[in-house]
């Protein structure tokens, strides 16, 4: 099974993820940042993972600790999942559009942590949330799931759909890089025999 759970308590956040690879899209988010948790849900509903993340977080400072710990728990349960990647494609790419909006989102599950992030944001917040946070939270997930990860917003005005596109594309680009390749079942998709 695909499974993982990590529990990540610190001074600042006290977080629980659950996450199922082989699930249905099925979410239970409890993170205190409701944009935050619209966006998960993109992840878990285009990815067809299932996820649960409750959060606990200093947020009478701000969001940023909890969206980043969030980012870091969910790599975390990510790289436990996924264990030692036989059999899985490796690759994803996705273009989502949204109206306007189109982003481009490519993964590699290489064992190197590595992003490339190359959204303009329109504005500098979507109702309370602030879109620096998105960075932070993939930066997290890229350092803990040791994957490289390319987002490349190509076009958009509204910085929700921007957003929106980000995080649908990041889930189908996942879905199809830890799909299981019947081709290579038991085979790390790697030349050096490791990833």
């Not at 998960?40 to 996820?51: N, P, T, V």
């Not at 649960?52 to 940023?64: N, P, Q, T, Y």
């Not at 890229?142 to 490289?148: E, F, M, P, Q």
């Amino acid at each position: 099974m695909r499974r993982a759970q990590v529990i990540r308590n610190t001074l600042e956040t006290q977080i629980s993820i659950n996450l199922n690879l082989d699930g249905a899209g099925k979410s239970v988010l409890e993170t205190g940042v409701p944009f935050l948790d619209h966006m998960l849900d993109q992840i878990a509903r285009h990815g067809m993972i299932d996820l649960e993340a409750v959060a606990k977080g200093d947020l009478h400072i701000d969001a940023h600790h909890t969206v980043e710990d969030i980012g870091i728990t969910f790599g975390q349960a990510l790289t436990k999942a996924v264990g030692d990647k036989k059999g899985l494609r490796r690759y994803g790419h996705a273009y989502v559009p949204l109206d306007e909006a189109l982003t481009r989102v490519v993964i590699d599950l290489s064992g190197r942590p590595g992003l490339v992030f190359n959204i303009d944001f329109t504005r500098a917040r979507i109702g309370d949330f602030d879109v620096d946070l998105i960075h932070e939270f993939f930066q997290g997930l890229v350092n803990h799931a040791l994957i490289t990860l390319h987002i490349d917003n190509i076009s958009g005005r509204n910085a929700h759909h921007q957003a929106e596109t980000t995080f649908k594309a990041f889930g189908r680009a996942l879905r199809m890089a830890i799909e299981l390749d019947p081709a290579a079942a038991g085979i790390i998709p790697s030349t050096k025999g490791t990833l």
